[in-house]
């Protein structure tokens, strides 16, 4: 098994390195730590004998320089990285292949990241301005943070991810991962850094996260089961979200996605669904948001079966993404938008069992008491309900 490096080389372990099945020292493999020196081949050798007999990587406090990193199994053993130094990616803006990531753990089981509140900084600013989405309606391909591929029964806790090109993390084709006390931190106008990303991934829990970001600050893709997100801070950003779904054919189901005891500040948005028109068939179910609480939130509850970003879909085909069984509820704070309950449904595909529970939204904003808009649904009401359900029937397209 090897562990390849920005050059797609061979990673050998220099003289020094402990042995296989103990704890490896990057700084015993080669690494300076001094932000200045690459020190991509340290990790991976470093990596190469932790994975084949188990281990611990200890990475010392300094700061580390390294480039795109495939840090790959499957490994004879469990593997943990302790980090207490950071890392840092290079500044300059180069266009990766489709999907990459600038550190990328693949294929692994059993594997722990100890942050021990480490950053790993992407040095994005530059690539900001190179992202072209609001011209194609496409990002260019600029690696994302942090990228877990293929997990199982694994642990990341404790790391911060600070200015990525593009997303800050990846979470696919998992199976029982948990992140805990995680940040992102990148300023509003920071385009298409998703803060936790989550698709194709079955029993994933994000417990604990403070996610300041220029996108969703976590986002919920196909084929994503028995989520739990809990106890995460977001703004600014644009809220939780689920989907954009149905962008493309054969998307997997989502279900099972629990929501809870999470601060909204700031943001474009709070809570949403969101799914493309003219949408290949898809389905979102068994979804609850729970006891979240919303601060000055343009639109706090959302379901969005339109989703057009930059014009870029087919406008008045309804959306054959099936949204069904879901509950906002005890959803309370303040809207900076007067329509704070935005229920727009597909009239290809009703949204069906919609139920709102303890609702108080207020506006903070000029245009008056806050008030609920529908379209193709009908809720299922009980408790509280400020604004009412459902006083505006809003307008949607053709």
Not at 38 to 49: C, G, I, R
Not at 280 to 292: Q, R, V, Y
Request: proline fraction near 6%.
């Amino acid at each position: 098994m090897a562990t390849t490096i920005a050059n797609g080389s061979k990673a050998s372990a220099p003289a020094g390195a402990k042995a296989s099945g103990g704890s490896l020292d990057v700084k015993a493999s080669g690494a300076k730590g001094d932000g200045k020196t690459d020190d991509s081949a340290a990790f991976a050798a470093s990596w190469e004998k932790a994975c084949a007999a188990g281990g611990t990587i200890t990475v010392p406090k300094g700061e580390y320089l390294v480039n795109s990193l495939e840090l790959k199994g499957p490994c004879k053993g469990p593997v943990t990285m302790d980090l207490n130094g950071n890392l840092k990616a290079p500044a300059t803006v180069t266009v990766a292949k489709e999907h990459s990531g600038w550190i990328n753990f693949d294929n692994v089981a059993d594997f722990t990241l100890n942050g021990n509140g480490a950053i790993l900084d992407g040095q994005g600013s530059m690539a900001w301005k190179a992202n072209d989405c609001a011209k194609t309606g496409k990002c260019n391909n600029l690696p994302i943070n942090i990228r877990f591929t293929g997990l199982t029964n694994s642990k990341i806790i404790g790391i911060t991810s600070t200015n990525s090109k593009l997303f800050h993390m990846n979470v696919l084709n998992c199976k029982n991962i948990t992140l805990q006390d995680i940040g992102i931190d990148a300023p509003p106008e920071s385009l298409n850094t998703d803060g936790i990303h989550i698709g194709r991934s079955n029993g994933v829990n994000l417990i604990g996260a403070k996610i300041k970001t220029g996108d969703d600050c976590v986002s919920i893709g196909d084929g994503t089961e028995n989520l739990v997100v809990e106890n995460v801070e977001c703004g600014p950003g644009h809220g939780i979200s689920i989907g954009s779904l149905g962008k493309y054919p054969n998307e997997q189901p989502v279900k099972g996605v629990i929501v809870r005891k999470c601060l909204i500040k700031n943001t474009d948005n709070g809570v949403r669904i969101k799914t493309w028109p003219g949408s290949p068939p898809g389905i979102a179910s068994n979804i609850l948001f729970e006891d979240i609480t919303m601060d000055n939130v343009t639109t706090p509850v959302l379901i969005d079966q339109e989703y057009c970003p930059y014009g870029h879909c087919k406008a008045g085909v309804p959306s054959k993404v099936k949204i069904s069984d879901v509950t906002f509820k005890n959803i309370k704070g303040t809207s900076a938008n007067k329509i704070a309950v935005k229920l727009i449904c597909s009239k290809g595909v009703p949204c069906s069992n919609i139920a709102l529970a303890d609702i108080n939204l207020v506006s903070n904003g000029k245009e008056g008491p806050a008030v609920s808009a529908c379209a193709n649904m009908k809720p299922v009401l009980s408790g509280k309900m400020v604004p009412a359900a459902c006083t505006e029937v809003a307008k949607t397209g053709p």
